[in-house]
């Protein structure tokens, strides 16, 4: 339990970089490549996720959860909550910076038209999933993700990622990691109805709303609320405190395993 502990919350690093503050108006007309046709899933729903850092306690009941429904092998995560201690340029006082990560489920995922076997596919409501019976383990949707999103499964041999828990939304539940949330920090819904929850936050936050890297053109359909700036793009971070290692002993890192 001890090592498992240690590999689910040793996350904390310090912030010493900065990025620019791109409005979520930046990224709603992102064009798609060349995808492969989207199937499965509920046409007339597009998913999305909000991230309402203010109720983010860094708890990391969101990445248990996942790691325990999802059943990902120990030190590769589906979806983290990545801590950081940033201190102020001016006065030097140190304040704690939670920052949940998971796949960003985007309108133009890169991941997708890499696949030579279109195991990684786009569904009709937005979701980004993998078909792991035709993956074929090459890992270049795990190079082409810009957000380190996914990872290679030591145990299927496959590519594995978040996948809002699809499972669970087709049959009304809620994804693990939305349900465990303490703070109620994570929103997910139907982005085309209008008087969902995270669509009536949208209207209410729009201009407040970030995504991680919209440089990159991806459209992603995780939204932040409350987010520092700085955050936008990867920060430039050291890890501290806690050396996080798997179970071969090699070190983890301060975002997702295995990258």
């Given amino acids: 339990m001890d090592t498992i502990r240690r590999a689910l919350l040793g996350q904390i690093a310090k912030l010493t ?8 108006s930046s990224v709603a007309s992102a064009g798609m490549n060349d995808q492969p046709p989207r199937r499965e899933g509920d046409p007339e729903k597009r998913y999305g996720m909000l991230i309402d850092l203010r109720a983010c306690i860094g708890c990391q009941a969101c990445t248990v959860s996942c790691h325990i429904e999802n059943e990902a092998p120990l030190g590769s995560f589906r979806t983290i909550v990545s801590q950081y201690e940033v201190a102020h340029e001016g006065t030097g006082d140190v304040a704690t910076f939670m920052l949940p990560r998971l796949c960003n489920h985007c309108d133009n995922p890169p991941c997708v038209p890499v696949c030579p ?4 596919f786009q569904r009709e409501d937005g979701i980004v999933v ?23 499964n030591e145990q299927t041999q496959t590519a594995d990622k978040c996948t ?13 990691c939305v349900e465990s949330c303490v703070g109620g920090a994570r929103i997910i819904g139907d982005l085309r109805d209008p008087n969902s929850q995270i669509s009536r ?11 991680l890297k919209p440089e990159m053109g991806t459209a992603p359909h995780v939204f932040y609320l409350g987010m520092d700036e700085r955050f936008v793009s990867r920060p430039d971070a050291r890890p501290a405190i806690w050396d996080v290692r798997d179970q071969k002993g090699e070190e983890v890192g301060y975002e997702f395993g295995s990258h």
Wanted: hydrophobic letters at 50%; proline letters at 5%; glycine letters at 6%.
């Fill in 117 to 120: 076997v279109q195991a990684t």
């Fill in 201 to 211: 936050m949208i209207d209410e936050h729009r201009q407040e709303l970030m995504v």
């Fill in 164 to 176: 809002f828990c699809a499972h669970r939304l087709d049959v009304g539940l809620l994804p693990a």
């Fill in 130 to 152: 993998v078909n792991n019976e035709a993956c074929v383990g090459c890992a270049y949707c795990v190079q082409a993700c810009p957000y380190d999103a996914r990872f290679i």
């Fill in 17 to 24: 970089a900065g990025a620019a503050l791109v409005p979520l």
